[in-house]
């Protein structure tokens, strides 16, 4: 038996970054980690994926996921692969996507230590992956999955509640009771008015408030994203052009296929060639019929959207779509433009200014896509430097995040302030920002934790 240890949380990521979501909770004779991300963005960031976890991971008894994106539950496989028996708690969506996006993860690994052997550019030879694909399919044998408002108890007698938090399929707010505390956990939050997920149930009373801030800094646009997409068909088809579109594969690839559906219905673009370039987006289809209960759509629109653009699975065909031309619309993956097949396009139809990328939510920083949202206009891609013509346009209006006004509007709709709220998950700006409006606005004590601190949950401050 463990020696008794007053409860603390530390805070392992997601502190001075919008990625790498990892708290450690060490109450009584347990030890639980609140997600399991992936470091993106700048090197100097995803380097510490290859530091030490600051933990065994052996002494882990549980982990319970917010939601499925790689920057919450990336770092599963290596995990599992370095020691962790314990199980994965997540809700049924969630573990159902895990099972996509975990082993892609692990063949990306792969495909970049392959190309790092082939440019010289590591230091190991060969150069080694994070984890492998087979270690991701191996770690997914530890996935329990979970109905939301439905408590249990996990180790030490710590009870879990998943509470909807919108965002994507199977997203969750994570509250923990650990005796006469609770802590809640927003993970990411989604939109009150977003068209295809339910805003995030409200915030119930909490001894300690960990809050993303992902946008605390910004307002998303009060234009209509739809009207704007259109708009931006319209100009770019007109000239014969590509229309890129930049999007995470679950969640904001099927949020731009229901508004390319609305779209067509009305007549309000060019009937072209759309082309949805990401298998684990035409895989995700089925989540979402099998999950109606989480999203908004309804038999009819889910069939529709489906059908407006030609799935494309294999990578020859994949190939092919830049030997096409347009006019034309490509949606692939990744969303930040980090890897995926969206990389290849880039590469062929980034140089003419006929064309268009469209940036369809946040840009981590450190990103190509980032970059390409600032105004740089060369960026590498497999290791050549391609310069782009072609028109840039960032729509924050489809993001699946609430924004900095959602945010604090979400808090109000708690009965009583938290003894403190810890605001992560954001870049330092953002995360300042959304402090100060707490204290300003509410009244809350609030602020940013430092990266591996640790407190009290008995003093929390």
Same mark, same amino acid.
């Given at each position: ?10 805070f ?59 920057d ?29 996006? =975990? ?6 690994q ?14 190991? *030879? ?64 989604g ?29 998303h ?6 009207? !704007?997409?259109?708009e931006i ?14 999007a ?14 609305? =779209? ?10 759309v ?8 895989d ?53 433009l ?5 990389? *290849? *396009? =880039? ?17 981590a ?15 590498r ?24 006004? !959602? ?19 954001? !870049? ?9 409006? =707490? ?11 430092? *990266? ?9 401050r």
């Open positions: 038996m463990r020696e008794q240890h007053p409860p603390t949380l530390r392992l990521g997601a502190t001075d970054t919008v990625t790498g979501s990892r708290y450690l909770i060490h109450s009584q004779n347990s030890r639980i980690l609140v997600d399991c991300g992936l470091f993106q963005g700048y090197k100097r960031l995803r380097d510490r994926n290859r530091m030490p976890l600051q933990l065994n991971p052996g002494s882990l008894d549980a982990v319970v996921l917010t939601h499925a994106h790689l919450h539950t990336g770092y599963i496989p290596a995990l599992v692969r370095d020691g962790f028996h314990g199980p994965d708690y997540a809700t049924a969506g969630t573990t159902e996507l895990c099972k996509l996006l =975990l082993p892609d993860s692990g063949y990306l792969e495909e970049e230590a392959r190309y790092a052997d082939h440019r010289a550019s590591s230091m190991h *030879h060969p150069a080694v992956p994070l984890y492998t694909a087979e270690d991701a399919v191996r770690s997914l044998n530890s996935f329990k999955a979970q109905d939301f408002d439905a408590p249990f108890k996990i180790a030490g007698g710590i009870e879990v509640t998943f509470v909807p938090a919108g965002h994507i399929l199977g997203a969750a707010q994570v509250r923990l009771r650990l005796g006469s505390r609770t802590i809640h956990f927003t993970g990411d939050l939109r009150a008015r977003d068209p295809l997920m339910y805003p995030p149930r409200g915030l119930e009373p909490a001894n300690v408030l960990v809050t993303e801030s992902t946008y605390g800094n910004r307002v646009p009060a234009g209509n994203p739809e009207a !704007e997409l259109g068909i319209t100009r770019v088809a007109k000239r014969q052009g590509v229309i890129m579109i930049a995470f594969a679950v969640g904001r690839a099927e949020t731009v296929l229901l508004h390319l559906s609305r =779209l067509l219905a009305k007549g309000a673009i060019p009937s072209i060639p082309y949805l370039n990401s298998p684990m987006a035409i995700a289809s089925d989540m979402y019929q099998r999950h109606r209960e989480e999203h908004r759509l309804k038999q009819h629109e889910f069939e529709a959207m489906y059908k407006v653009a030609k799935p494309v699975r294999s990578p020859d065909d994949s190939k092919l779509l830049n030997l096409r031309g347009g006019p034309m619309i490509i949606i692939s993956a990744s969303g930040m980090t890897g995926g097949r969206i990389l *290849h *396009h =880039l590469a062929a139809y980034g140089p003419d200014r006929r064309n268009a990328i469209i940036l369809s939510g946040y840009q920083g450190g990103t190509r896509g980032a970059s390409l949202a600032a105004g740089e206009r060369h960026v891609v497999y290791g050549q430097e391609v310069r782009i013509e072609a028109e840039v346009i960032q729509m924050e209006g489809l993001s699946a995040h609430a924004d900095s006004n !959602e945010l604090v509007q979400w808090m109000k709709s708690a009965p009583e302030a938290p003894a403190m709220t810890y605001v992560t998950h954001g !870049e330092p700006d953002a995360s300042d920002a959304l402090r100060l409006r =707490l204290k300003h606005e509410l009244g809350w004590r609030a602020r940013v934790p430092e *990266h591996q601190e640790t407190i009290s949950l008995d003093n929390p």
